[in-house]
């Protein structure tokens, strides 16, 4: 009994001991940093982002719990795979043979059998731009003149968004009565002259391939014609 009396003390101060122990032991635990977490992110382009067909695109992702042997492999549509190794994780993608649709891109970054991913989708669209008119211009040489000039009416300084000079289709009206005084052609240039002085207003209609017409008017004076006096500088001599 006195024995037991003696080792009591002992025995409570050892599991006061062995309490303390895991105690500080699950503290210790408690307070041990949290695992760090393996992230991949497509930072651009966002995520449903329009982007216009014919673009360069900065494809970038951005990566962390990884060491620095990380690598990146980028998927366009399960078919356009590129692997980038180191930060910044970033590749060019050219948009320029594409049509309008809906992508995914995909960014799966990898170290050992370490993998984590990030997909998005983005929409290629292709904006219209709507057909204009041609820009008809006509020059005159030359400015000014008589009826006895033959003025040339020259239509090649005109343009088309679409088309080529040579394709587009002119007709005029010397004039400026109303009437035309050719048909539809290709034809760029038109000699024409006058019989009658005046001041006309010469008018040119152009239309391109889509059948769109603009037209312009151009001012253009015509005088008398300077004819010499063919009796000019002949002296008459009296007869007898």
């Not at 590749?91 to 809906?102: E, G, N, S, V």
């Not at 040339?152 to 009206?173: G, K, P, T, Y």
């Amino acid at each position: 009994m006195n024995m037991i009396t003696n080792f009591f003390p002992h025995i409570v101060f050892l599991i006061l001991g062995i309490m303390i122990l895991i105690a500080a032991c699950k503290k210790k635990d408690d307070t041990a940093p949290a695992p760090v977490q393996m992230k991949c992110e497509i930072i651009n382009p966002l995520n449903e982002a329009e982007i216009q067909v014919g673009a360069i695109v900065n494809v970038e992702a951005e990566v962390s719990g990884f060491g620095s042997g990380a690598k990146v492999v980028f998927t366009i549509d399960s078919l356009h795979v590129i692997e980038v190794g180191g930060s910044p994780y970033i590749f060019l993608w050219d948009t320029k043979d594409l049509l309008p649709d809906t992508i995914k891109i995909r960014a799966e970054a990898y170290e050992g059998a370490k993998l984590v991913s990030d997909t998005i989708t983005v929409f290629l669209i292709d904006t219209i731009i709507p057909l204009q008119p041609p820009v008809p211009i006509i020059l005159i040489t030359p400015n000014t003149g008589t009826t006895d000039t033959v003025f040339i009416f020259d239509a090649s300084e005109s343009h088309d968004q679409e088309d080529m000079v040579e394709d587009l289709l002119f007709r005029w009206d010397f004039e400026g009565d109303g009437e035309w005084d050719t048909d539809f052609s290709h034809e760029l240039t038109y000699e024409y002259k006058y019989s009658h002085t005046g001041h006309y207003h010469v008018r040119m209609e152009v239309m391109d391939t889509d059948t769109m017409q603009a037209d312009t008017t151009v001012s253009l004076v015509v005088t008398h014609s300077i004819t010499p006096d063919p009796c000019e500088g002949i002296v008459s001599i009296p007869y007898g």
